[in-house]
């Protein structure tokens, strides 16, 4: 009877372990639980283990140090592990491929390039508005493209992702040479407003031969609105080839009344003047004697103006009524161009100061006229040359000038 059971748990013994062996054999062959390889497209999403199992295998995972980035092409060893019963945990091994196999989609930024001969060389991607694909992308040219002679051609452009699969773009390119530099036109001498803004562009054009839309700069960086004084202003143009021309003006800053010195409202108040002091039937020589009369009596002289350009001291002149040498001078000059009466004016030669006046010439040759008050009191209206030497050799040459630099005198 011992005997008996005995065997019978022998034989239990031996049916279970055999049981064991074959799970055993079963769960520890690699080929029946874990895929040996998986492929994925790049950018796909990222695959969960169960992808690499054959049968389910609950509680399986990727071991620790099992890394990939699905972005990028290349073959990942992972491991996968699994807690077996009895045998505790084990691991098992496998290989993610992932590939790229999929050529980058491109946009081109333009259909066909227009460029100049002196432009800099454009980067491969310049030509390029976009690039989709899973990895990163290299642009480049085909070849190297002499873009500084003229002339048209095809550039082509490679586009290369991680996986070498690539996409070609094909540009039509045409250089042209351009070396004419753009024309700035409209710059002109500004009167300003102390302390107002400054439109330096107003009437101020650049155009140029070949670009529609050449550039214009302005360098103020001397002026200084709030003070008064003479400034430099220079212009820069530049056209899409890289040529540059460049002209200079001045910008006068002055007090508000004198900013109101425009050749329009100069000539207004000239005509008012004149329509006081001058009658029917003078002639040239009586009506510059009307003038000079008007200058004299009503323009208090004063040192201290400090005005050049004709419009501003003429402007000062008539309506301030004050001013110096230069001020009665070109406001005379305003009443005399009005009238009509030919005139220059004529400077001394600079000692210790300047003095400028006028010559006029009414049909009987250049006779001097200078409608200042002398400091002794003589007017000196259409004299002789030699008259006007006797008198400034007789006062500390007031009146010495350089006869070289006008035409003949009376």
């Not at 140090?65 to 992972?78: E, I, Q």
């Amino acid at each position: 009877m011992k005997k008996k059971k005995l065997i019978i748990i022998v034989s239990i013994i031996i049916i279970v372990a055999g049981m064991i062996a074959a799970g055993t054999i079963y769960y520890f062959t690699q080929s029946d639980l874990v895929y040996k390889e998986v492929y994925i497209e790049a950018g796909a999403n990222k695959p969960v283990v169960e992808e690499f199992l054959k049968h389910e295998a609950q509680g399986a995972k990727f071991a620790k140090g099992s890394n990939f980035d699905t972005n990028k092409p290349g073959d990942y060893k992972l491991k996968i592990q699994w807690k077996m019963p009895i045998f505790g945990k084990q691991n098992y091994s496998t290989v993610l491929h992932v590939q790229d196999t999929v050529k980058p989609k491109v946009e081109a930024a333009v259909e066909s390039i227009e460029m100049y001969t002196t432009a800099d060389v454009p980067a491969a991607a310049d030509f390029i508005e976009s690039v989709e694909d899973a990895t990163n992308c290299t642009i480049d040219y085909e070849k190297k493209y002499d873009f500084s002679k003229a002339g048209s051609f095809d550039v082509k452009i490679h586009v290369k992702d991680e996986g070498g699969n690539e996409t070609k773009v094909v540009i039509p390119c045409t250089v042209v040479g351009d070396t004419t530099a753009p024309e700035i036109t409209g710059v002109e001498p500004l009167v300003i407003a102390q302390g107002d803004a400054v439109t330096y562009k107003k009437n101020v054009k650049v155009t140029d031969d070949r670009d529609p839309n050449p550039t214009l700069e302005v360098d103020s960086s001397q002026v200084n609105v709030d003070k008064r004084g003479i400034y430099t202003v220079k212009y820069i143009a530049k056209d899409a080839a890289g040529n540059k021309s460049e002209k200079e003006t001045t910008v006068r800053i002055v007090s508000a009344k004198i900013a109101e010195a425009t050749e329009e409202k100069v000539n207004e108040l000239a005509d008012q003047v004149i329509a006081q002091i001058i009658t029917p039937g003078m002639d040239q020589k009586a009506q510059a004697k009307a003038v000079f009369n008007w200058v004299v009596d009503n323009i208090t002289y004063s040192e201290t103006a400090g005005i050049d350009d004709l419009y501003s001291a003429a402007y000062k002149g008539m309506a301030e009524r004050v001013g110096d040498c230069t001020v009665k001078q070109r406001t005379a000059e305003v009443l005399l161009n009005r009238l009509g009466i030919k005139n220059m004016e004529i400077e001394k030669i600079r000692d210790t100061r300047g003095h400028y006046w006028l010559l006029i010439d009414v049909g009987e040759g250049w006779y001097h006229y200078d409608p200042n008050l002398q400091l002794d009191g003589t007017l000196i209206f259409y004299w002789h040359d030699a008259d006007l030497w006797a008198y400034s050799n007789a006062h500390k040459n007031t009146h010495n000038y350089d006869p070289s630099k006008y035409p003949t005198i009376q």
